[in-house]
């Protein structure tokens, strides 16, 4: 486990292997009758195989990362209160928004900084009615892999359901409804140096360390809910059985990337283990509760890093103001 020091954070993965029974969490649409298609990745060998995809994910880590956001007061634009996937982009036609600029959205929008936007830039109309448009935009923090179910380790069930009309005349819909179980490999990588950063001109934005440090936990904590209590499609009707889950964390704590290796191969925790060394730190589990108490440790012990050129002795954040 993580000793009482404070650590800093470049960056952090989580590479896991995870067990989902009786799920239809992504999908890739739907065909007369069939009304889902479950989604399908060839791998490098040719083998096809189950898949849910990195963006459904993403979606749902940030509308719940909203919530936690909201629950410590760190503040929100007009578009995330209200879970407009557009973010940013949303706030240029509001009267109170004319002058957007990249630092009053990462100061006033913890999910904005946390999870990316895109304004894109226009030009001046000829005859004057629009102005000339910056481009504004932050890559997201946090990113996602495509969970990729095990190689014969998957299998479906198709399940008949029916819709009824609302007359007798409407009759009775016959659909099919495809469930599925297995063994999936699923990557995440969240860069915690680039929180309230301008991460293209490297500049640090949001100076107060205690505000970053909330939006990291607050970013921690809805990681470690989204493994431990999966969202996707179709949960309303086929919540996911959590069933087994192992994998490692993988913590950078000075410049660089912090090693990603999928657990499509059987020896994925032993080979991510191996890198450790004084910069980076690897934490394996194999059970959901080694799992959630590791990430609690770093909840309530770790701190993010500053972009370099912003060090200047910070980090030195006492224990107090994270516990």
Known sequence: MISNNLWVCYEMSINFRVEWQAHSLSNAGSNGSNRLLPRRQLLADGTETDACSGNIAKHHH???????FEAVSI?????????????????INLTDYKELTIERILK???????????????NAASDGSTETRQRLSKHSLVE???ALALPGHHTETTQIATRNGSSKEDGQMIM????????YSRCVRYRSVGIGVDTDKWKLVVNDEEKRILRHQAILRTLMDSVLSPEGALTATMLPHLTGLNGAIVIR????????????????ITLLV??????????????????SNAMKELIKHSIP?????NHLGANKVSPTKID
Request: aromatic letters at 8%.
């Open 62 to 68: 940030a509308v719940l990362l909203a919530e936690h």
């Open 305 to 309: 890093a500053l972009p370099s050129q």
């Open 144 to 146: 996602f892999s495509y």
């Open 75 to 91: 503040p929100l634009c007009p578009a995330c209160r209200n879970r407009d996937g557009r973010r940013a982009a949303a706030l």
């Open 176 to 183: 099919k409804m495809p469930s599925r179980s297995g063994q």
């Open 274 to 291: 191996s890198l450790e060394d004084d910069t980076c730190r690897v934490f394996p589990f194999t059970t959901i509760t080694e799992f």
């Open 108 to 122: 006033e929008c913890g999910l904005c900084d946390a999870h990316g936007f895109l304004v894109t830039s226009k």
């Open 253 to 268: 704590t000075t410049p660089g990337r912090a090693a990603i290796y999928s657990a499509l191969e059987p020896d994925f």
